[in-house]
Every structure is written in structure tokens, then in C-alpha cells.
């Protein structure tokens, strides 16, 4: 019954801006660390995002790599997590995972819920 769902993906010209959203059913995102991860080819796993406002206010992490590029935000209406994506490069390019967990935020993989993955390919 709970499924997480990526959305937004496609094919992109370098530079160009994308923009993937995470909706939930069978789970509350506003009671959850949500977190966005990414896998290229040949490559682990790496975190991208978090994001988690169980304890009050807004706690937001982001991976080395998109710093000052990338933007987590949320919907709680809508029960949905975005990551707006600007100045994409050819090295974003892989398949973007959503994850939720009610007792975890961070950009370790110890989610337990996991959407299926969402294709973004950056050309040059």
C-alpha cells in the first residue's frame, strides 16, 4: 500500500534546470526525514538531499556535489517533496531515488522506503 513516487525526470541540454517531485501515499512526508539519491552507472549510491521538519522548523542537507545548485523543498498540503534542480551538468546524469523513513533524515541509505527511480540525462 505505501508507495513513493518520482516524477519530473527527462532529458536535458547542460546548464538547463529540472525540476523531480517525490509524492507519498500510505505516508505522511511532514512526519518523515525525506532524502533524494541518485545512481549513475557503475557508481554507488550517493545522497543528494534530506530534509526533515519532525522536530520543528526545517533541517536541510545537500551532497558536496550540488551545493548552491540544487533546492529541497516540500509541500505538506500536497504530501510532496521536490528537488529543484539549476545549471544541471553532464555528471548529474543518473537515476534520481526518492527515500522516506519516520525515524531518519540524513544522506545515509537507511531509509526503509524507497520510490523506483526517476531518469535525468544531462547532454552536452
Known amino acids: 500500500q505505501l508507495q513513493l513516487v518520482e516524477s ?3 532529458s536535458v ?8 517531485s517525490c509524492s507519498a501515499s500510505g505516508l505522511a512526508l511532514d512526519d518523515a526525514g525525506v532524502a533524494w539519491f541518485r545512481q549513475a552507472p557503475g557508481k554507488e549510491r550517493e545522497g543528494v538531499s534530506a530534509i526533515s521538519d519532525v522536530r520543528g522548523g526545517s533541517r536541510i542537507v545537500y551532497g558536496d556535489s ?6 529541497i523543498s516540500r509541500d505538506n498540503a500536497k504530501n510532496i517533496v521536490y528537488l529543484q534542480m539549476n545549471n544541471l551538468k553532464p555528471e548529474d546524469t543518473a ?17 526503509d522506503y524507497w520510490g523506483q527511480g526517476t531518469q535525468v540525462t544531462v547532454s552536452i
Not at 541540454?13 to 523531480?20: A, C, E
Not at 550540488?66 to 533546492?71: A, I, L, M, Q, S
Not at 522516506?100 to 545515509?108: F, R
Open 8 to 10: 519530473g525526470g527527462g
Open 13 to 20: 541540454q547542460f546548464g538547463g534546470n529540472l525540476r523531480l
Open 66 to 71: 550540488v551545493k548552491g545548485r540544487f533546492t
Open 95 to 111: 537515476v534520481y531515488y526518492c527515500a522516506a523513513d519516520p525515524n531518519y533524515w540524513g544522506l545515509n541509505q537507511l531509509y
